[in-house]
């Protein structure tokens, strides 16, 4: 709860006062506060659960007595790390990665123990899995991250609930001759600081400004000039034309400086894809990911937009999806496991997953055209998903002698039973060899999927 710099602090504070309306509520927002209320009877928990070392002790308590979690973020490998490898405990870390992903994650965490690190990992292995499946159900406020929980095996119910929003009339802002673009929130590298600065340089107009409120994280470069923490955004809001809400990767987060800004009102751009891509195109400026990034932030800072227009989209799609009372219903649906969940209850057996890759079999061959079917349950996706693009890497050989390699981009994303056609290298006498990759990821001796003389 505040005073916490946190995001999900500011979200708890206004969910207690509705949700104690509907039910007898305690709320527990600090170790020695729990360690009190264990000496009563253990009653319903909710756990709210983001991705930073504020939540370190939510978490093992959620482990220690399962209840129903609120997963701000579908990722807490962050969280992990804090609690094990940040504190030299390399065998902690691997097996916390083992518990949530199996071998391969397994061999991640000693990979990064040992210098080797991306972090692109800490997406690609979530680690929220474990503690989802001990749970008596998990809550998100997206649908891309019920989907996602539920991609990795989570067998727990899951219920979409609206992220809530407040009803806050900001402060009368002073005017200003320039058009200000805002950029809020704790400035994590997901959130793209340095496109945004290249495309503010790129506009090259005096007659914008670029405000960035909030904290930096450790990693993120220091000449980038922030106002540092602030305890009220209002003021902030009001001061600002437009915002920027750009992600990627995704922690699967709902934002709640996005709900705020639909709340005021104001224009917003956000990255065109994941959860992002869930609003609708009235309510946001959506901007593309990849080549032309930049040149469409450009436009957005540059072009002039039919403002009440987007406010009162915004407004609409606040009053139909973002209201209180259906975000306290929704809580209720999961504290009491009733039917009702947009999302029901995971479709896949629990169990050690890598399920970064759809489940592949070539069912016909004619030359050098292959037929590539999806024989799992998820979809493979092959785009720029809060992941890096998946690739098939086709090789070569004459014996163990690798003679050509190439690799393969899919035309677009393959449903479970949808098949696609791809084209492949050939040379008589050869063998090919095909195998999944992901595009900037690197691989240590992986294992072909399929493997054929020519």
Request: include cysteine; proline fraction near 8%.
């Amino acid at each position: 709860m505040p005073p916490a710099r946190t995001g999900i602090a500011h979200y708890a504070s206004m969910l207690v006062p509705e949700l104690s309306r509907a039910c007898d509520l305690t709320v527990i927002s600090t170790p020695d506060e729990l360690i009190a209320d264990r000496r009563s009877p253990v009653a319903k928990r909710i756990y709210q659960l983001g991705n930073n070392p504020h939540h370190e002790w939510i978490y093992d308590e959620a482990i220690r007595e399962p209840g129903v979690i609120v997963l701000h973020d579908v990722v807490l490998h962050h969280l992990i790390v804090e609690m094990t490898l940040a504190r030299g405990d390399v065998e902690g870390y691997v097996a916390a990665l083992e518990r949530n992903h199996g071998a391969a994650a397994g061999a991640w965490a000693r990979g990064r123990a040992a210098g080797l690190h991306t972090e692109m990992g800490n997406f690609l292995f979530p680690a929220s899995i474990e503690v989802a499946n001990r749970s008596l159900a998990v809550i998100v406020h997206n649908r891309w991250a019920a989907d996602r929980l539920l991609s990795f095996g989570v067998q727990t119910p899951v219920y979409v609930v609206p992220h809530p929003y407040e009803e806050r009339p900001l402060p009368p802002a002073e005017p200003h001759p320039k058009r200000v673009i805002g950029l809020f929130g704790f400035l994590t590298t997901a959130k793209r600081a340095e496109v945004v600065l290249e495309a503010f340089r790129r506009a090259d107009d005096p007659n914008l400004e670029l405000l960035i409120v909030g904290e930096r994280a450790p990693n993120i470069d220091p000449r980038i000039l922030t106002t540092g923490y602030v305890d009220d955004l209002d003021p902030w809001y009001a001061r600002v034309d437009r915002l920027v809400n750009l992600r990627y990767p995704t922690a699967g987060e709902t934002s709640g400086t996005l709900i705020r800004a639909f709340a005021a009102g104001k224009p917003v751009a956000v990255s065109d894809y994941a959860q992002f891509a869930e609003y609708p195109d009235d309510c946001v400026i959506k901007i593309p990911f990849g080549a032309g990034e930049v040149d469409a932030l450009v436009d957005f800072f540059r072009r002039e937009l039919d403002e009440a227009s987007i406010a009162r989209a915004q407004r609409q799609w606040l009053e139909t999806n973002a209201r209180m009372a259906d975000t306290v219903s929704g809580y209720r649906r999961a504290v009491e496991r009733r039917a009702g969940s947009p999302a029901g209850p995971g479709r896949r057996r629990a169990g050690p997953t890598f399920p970064l890759f759809a489940r592949l079999a070539v069912v016909a061959r004619r030359e050098n055209i292959l037929t590539v079917k999806n024989t799992g349950d998820v979809t493979l996706r092959t785009r720029a998903y809060g992941e890096p693009a998946y690739r098939i890497l086709a090789k070569l050989f004459d014996g163990e002698r690798e003679l050509d390699d190439r690799w393969l981009e899919l035309p677009g994303d393959l449903q479970p039973g949808a098949e696609m056609q791809i084209e492949v290298p050939t040379k008589e006498g050869a063998t090919l060899r095909l195998y999944h990759a992901l595009q900037g990821v690197p691989m240590l001796q992986p294992e072909p999927w399929y493997a054929a003389a020519l």
